[in-house]
């Protein structure tokens, strides 16, 4: 659940002043649309659409689990909207 929850995660995280949040920065490949990652920690959080879903991916999760994932992520974003990151 947690890969498609990451974005409400990231925001709930955000009003905690005890938190400090840092990101891995990574970039979207504009030929293979594959995540990359820059190897730089920064402050911040990553502002990649569906991020959690793509690092999952990335990470190589089962096939029928990635897709029972993206098919949750569908049904949540047709009932709170794309506002999810």
Known sequence: M???HFGPLVN???????VSLIQL????????KDLR??????SG???????GMRLAEKCALPK???KSAWESLEIIKRFQGDGLE
């Open 2 to 4: 947690f890969v498609t």
């Open 12 to 18: 709930y995280l955000k009003l905690d002043r005890k």
């Open 25 to 32: 920065q990574v970039e979207v490949s504009s030929i293979s």
């Open 37 to 42: 990652f820059l190897y730089k920690a920064t």
């Open 45 to 51: 959080t990553v502002q990649i659409e569906d991020y």
């Open 64 to 66: 029928e689990m990635m």
